[in-house]
């Protein structure tokens, strides 16, 4: 296995350099008839990061305990397993960052953001994040040209070995807090072309961990409490079906999302009733094609539909109905064609079209149940050469909203351009300096511009200039250091019309304005690497160092001028590493977040204590005749601090989970 | 880590009033003598709301006097302040409870807690505005009760039913006047009414039906009762009204001005709104209602002070100075500004997040 490994990464590496220039001289091995099992890295774009969660993340459970390991990612997670995650990409809000489940967008046209808490790990190979469409695969859709940043979460594609059509794999993973998430997956090869998966999960949490309250003061009283209302519920299906051939690809998913979780709310002091609930519902399918014809002509086409149904409920709001009951309902229809003309040796162009139409109702009176209709169009075009090559893309963006209840129709247009280019350095070294710029904008979302009271119709996009420049350098060093890469990116932002709530008319009652302005200076650093100490040993690691300086420029009479704008730490960093022994795989993970503040007031009344979370992981695979055994144990949080990310809303402590995978 | 954190605030202090001493010395300074005590609310959810205190005898400011003299905070979204008998009385709305401070040495006595609790069998709480009569305290609550405190046993003595989500308060003459908001009500429906209650039997007597949405409400030394109501933040405007508390009806809707809230010294009401329709550029006004002929006299600030969202307003009762928070875009510090009686600024200083009321204190 060890050698199959060390072999298929040398043939990555040589993949990576002959996608990038033919005439590549880095140490070459011949291979011949040699089959690869697994996936293969394609590290070689600069802007790109990937984690492999089967290496590092076997035990985990959800989407966001990965996310935040890409440096520049700043989770803001509301605590527990059911609590609210999004992502705030290098000082971005997170409405500037797209995700896309295997190459299809994922969108809540309610608020514009992704909850990657619902995000199910089950399945999932691998992520990558992309930064300011720095990517050289332009045989994509027109609306993943949209977004300052591309989160991609990759399911597993079954693969069989030879006489064995069928894969079952049986999981359960439980962990402190009253927490059990059975799994179930099965793929089977239906045909010489056809292949499908199903794969089934279930989550429960209490989520009723301890925490320790803090009441302030010199001697800083404190009591321990339980976190209450934090249970999860949630079951998770996806069907994918599989078509491959020569020239056909075919992928179909139907993904079906149901949950019914307490909202644990902020820890608020003498007060920590919370009986307020959040019932999930998703459901979507989706159909990508492509098709390779003769002349170096590719098809894509893909089509989406979309159902969301959220619940929200509060038996405490002291109204006259005597509780809360909002349903909010959203529907999403999708299509998008491209196509990619790609000269066999330098050039390739891409057209690409989206059609997206998204419609919201809710449950109160005076919402104006609005319907939008979006059309992506972009042409992109990519060329390499021996010693540079460029990637352009102009993307065009129309929006027409009409409001069912009072017909009031607005019509948007935009241009955004991007272009990035990269050289390569040195003659023999694969060192490399890109420099990009994008211009995006973010939609205000349904919520913005229509939601009862709050919602503002004259609300314009908020606009996003961005450029980066990065410096990296891949190299198989030695036997002993076959993968080393350093990444280095500088990046500059000017977000303008920034979208926020400000209360207006009283406090009870904010509404949504185009007032921030933001600049954003930052730098991220990353290496990673792969170490092979002994025979027995091979150690896979990833350091990663963010500095984001993101500084609100609003207005110079206010109080935040030139302060750094909340949650947006200072440094930031992680490390995770995984040592590969004969026996047995060791995991850890290292997560530290600077100071940051928690509004906009840079004042230590305001301050956040930095924290550290410190995991480590231990997992060993059985194999018994043709099954396999997975063990594998998690101790999270060794440091037992309840730190913050949000205000008030303590993370769990010290805690443990145990995963067992059967596979045959 | 909070010791550097303590330290840094103390520094903070000493940074704001641009004067140096010992901070030491300063902290133990900070007793209720003769000055200003701002309470400040905080953003909700964030647990941040602070008492703000400003000695008159050495202009000094300190950012939060319970915090340092109760080594605990206050809680979250505190939301009204009372002096009474000397003793201070603390709405905290989202924690559920009222807390009673001892003036002289400014710790806390009791946190009257609403908690995991039933009163006469129905949940009462989240406690919003005060108001004192004869011996007791007074607080309205959210969930559309008013609670009596006994203010030597510090108990609540018996409640109240009134209309939907309860905010203003004053008592005259043995009655309550309670503002029914109905701000949670459905799809802003608000409320339109008044509840009159007696002190006594603490029932529910009568209905007055006012502007909608009322929530501040003092009385006149004239016998009236003068309410502001918000409006529905759409089509109706915020109003300022005056009751007849004989016939219990609405005897005056002064026309024209924008009512926040407003404050009555003598003959004269001060009553501020904030205009938002050039958004960004918030800007509040502060007008003089001569309240014996019943006519707006114009803008109070004489001097060009510009006050973006006036949040409170207090005049003192000797000297007629008043006293105006500013709380700027409700997520920052706020300050405080005090005029002279003709309307000219005496000086100003920094307080906490949301600065909601003001009280003059002087136990010389």
């Known amino acids: 296995m060890y050698k199959v490994k060390l072999a298929m990464l040398v043939c990555c590496v040589v993949c990576c350099c002959r996608a990038y220039a033919q005439d590549d001289s880095l140490t070459t091995h011949t291979l011949k008839n040699f089959t690869v099992y697994g996936t293969h890295l394609d590290f070689n774009v600069p802007g790109k990061q990937k984690i492999d969660v089967q290496d590092y993340f076997k035990n985990a459970m959800q989407v966001s305990e990965v996310v935040r390991f890409f440096s520049g990612v700043n989770m803001k ?21 797209a995700v896309n489940l295997d190459g299809v967008a994922l969108n809540d046209c309610q608020t514009g953001q992704i909850d990657f808490g619902k995000l199910s790990l089950a399945n999932v190979d ?35 070995r030879e006489g064995k059509p069928c894969n079952v794999s049986v999981g359960v993973k439980i962990a402190s807090a009253t927490t059990i998430n059975p799994s179930f997956l099965i793929e089977g090869r239906l045909s010489r072309m056809w292949s499908a998966s199903l794969c089934a999960e279930y989550l429960y949490s209490k989520g009723n961990y301890k925490y320790i309250m803090h009441y302030g003061g010199a001697d800083d009283s404190t009591s321990v409490e339980r976190r209450v209302n934090g249970d999860v519920s949630a079951f998770t299906a996806v069907l994918n079906l599989f078509y491959n051939d020569s020239s056909n690809r075919f992928h179909f998913k139907a993904y079906d999302y149901s949950a019914r979780n307490g909202l ?47 619940e929200y409920i509060d038996t405490t709001f002291w109204n006259s109905e005597g509780g809360l009951d909002n349903h909010y309902q959203q529907r999403e229809l999708y299509l998008s064609n491209v196509l990619l003309y790609a000269h066999p040796k330098q050039w390739q162009i891409s057209l690409s079209n989206d059609v997206v139409y998204n419609n919201m109702s809710l449950n109160m009176k005076d919402f104006p149940l609005p319907h939008r209709l979006t059309v992506y169009t972009d042409l992109a075009t990519a060329y390499h050469c021996k010693w540079w090559r460029v990637q352009a893309n102009i993307l065009h963006t129309y929006v027409y909203d009409v409001t069912q209840l009072d017909d009031v129709r607005t019509h948007y247009s935009q241009w955004s351009p991007a272009v990035n280019m990269e050289f390569r350095l040195l003659p023999k070294e694969k060192l490399t300096f890109s420099v990009g710029y994008q211009y995006v904008f973010r939609l205000p979302s349904f919520n913005d511009l229509y939601y009862t009271n709050v919602g503002n119709r004259s609300l314009k996009p908020e606009t996003l200039h961005q450029v980066v420049g990065t410096l990296a350098w891949v190299k198989s060093i030695h036997l002993k250091l076959p993968y ?47 170490v092979t100490a002994a025979r027995w040993l091979r150690i896979d690691m990833s350091l990663n160092y963010a500095y984001q300086r993101a500084v609100d420029v609003t207005s110079p009479d206010s ?106 | 880590m909070k010791k550097l954190v303590f330290k840094l605030s103390v520094v903070a202090i000493a940074m704001s009033v641009l004067v140096s001493c010992d901070p030491d010395k300063k902290k133990d300074n900070a007793l209720f003598n003769n000055g200003i005590l701002v309470l400040c609310e905080g953003v909700y959810q964030q647990n941040n709301s602070t008492i703000s205190y400003y000695d008159l005898d050495s202009d000094l400011a300190y950012p939060d006097v319970f915090y340092d003299k109760n080594n605990r905070y206050l809680g979250d979204n505190a939301n009204h302040m009372i002096a009474y008998g000397n003793k201070l009385y603390i709405a905290v709305d989202n924690s559920n409870l009222i807390d009673v401070v001892d003036m002289t040495t400014g710790k806390s006595l009791s946190q009257i807690s609403f908690n995991n609790k039933t009163f006469e069998g129905v949940t009462v709480g989240n406690p919003r505005q005060l108001t004192t009569y004869k011996g007791k305290v007074y607080a309205s609550c959210y969930t559309g009760h008013v609670v009596r405190i006994d203010t ?3 108990n609540i003595d018996k409640i109240a039913k009134v209309g939907a989500n309860p905010e203003g308060l004053v008592a005259v003459n043995g009655k309550l006047y309670v503002c029914n908001s109905g701000g949670l009500n459905p799809d802003y429906q608000y409320d339109s009414t008044l509840s009159v209650v007696d002190v006594n039997t603490m029932q529910e007597e009568s209905r007055i039906t006012v502007c909608v949405n009322p929530a501040k409400i003092a009385a006149g030394d004239n016998g009236y009762v003068y309410l502001v109501s918000y409006g529905n933040y759409a089509d109706i405007a915020s109003c300022f009204q005056k009751i007849n508390t004989n016939t219990n009806t609405v005897e005056k809707v002064y026309e024209g001005i924008v009512a926040s809230n407003f404050c009555i010294s003598g003959n004269y009401a001060y009553v501020y709104g904030v205009d938002w329709s050039n958004y960004p ?30 949040y409170a307003i207090m005049v003192d009762p000797n000297t007629q100075d008043v006293y105006i928070s500013d709380a700027l875009n409700n997520a920052t510090n706020g300050d405080v500004y005090c005029f002279d009686k003709n309307g000219k600024k005496r000086f100003s200083f920094e307080a906490g997040i949301n600065p909601n009321t003001i009280i003059r204190v002087n136990q010389k």
């Open chain 1, 77 to 97: 997670d509301y605590g527990g397993i059911g609590g609210l995650k999004t992502v705030s990409v290098r000082g971005l809000g997170a409405n500037h960052t």
């Open chain 1, 126 to 160: 691998y992520i990558s994040m992309l930064n300011a469409n720095s990517e050289t695969d332009i045989f994509k859709s027109a609306r993943l040209f949209s977004a300052a940043n591309t989160l991609q979460v990759h399911t597993h594609v079954p693969q069989f």
């Open chain 1, 264 to 310: 644990p709310g902020a820890t608020i002091l003498y007060n920590l009733e919370a009986s307020q609930r959040l019932n999930n519902d998703m459901f979507f399918l989706q159909g990508k094609y492509e098709h390779h014809f003769k002349h170096n002509i590719s098809y894509k086409c893909v089509l989406k539909a979309n159902y969301a149904h959220t």
């Open chain 1, 484 to 530: 080393f890469r350093i990444a280095v990116s500088g990046y500059y932002h000017k977000v303008r019309d920034k979208i926020v709530a400000i209360p207006t008319r009283n406090l009870f009652l904010w509404g949504m304005y185009n007032y921030g302005k933001v600049n954003i200076a930052g730098l991220d650093a990353n290496v990673d690497m792969q």
């Open chain 1, 559 to 664: 109080k935040t001028y030139r302060h750094q704008i909340p949650y947006t730490p200072r440094h930031s960093g992680n490390a995770r590493a995984v040592f590969h022994t004969t026996w047995f795989a060791l995991h850890y993970t290292l997560q530290i977040v600077g100071g940051r503040y928690r509004l906009g007031q840079n004042i230590p009344q305001n301050y956040m204590q930095p924290y550290f979370d410190h995991s480590v992981g231990v997992s060993r695979d059985f194999h018994i005749k043709q099954t396999l055994l997975s063990v594998g144990v998690d101790v999270l949080n060794l440091a037992n601090k309840n730190y913050e990310i949000v205000a008030n809303f303590p993370v769990q402590g010290l805690s443990w989970r145990v995963n067992v995978t059967f596979k045959w």
């Open chain 2, 152 to 154: 030597a046993s510090l």
């Open chain 2, 281 to 310: 550029d918030v800007q509040s006004f502060v007008k003089v209602v001569d309240l014996v002929s019943d006519v707006e006299t114009g803008d109070f600030i004489k001097d060009g002070t510009t006050i973006k969202t006036a």
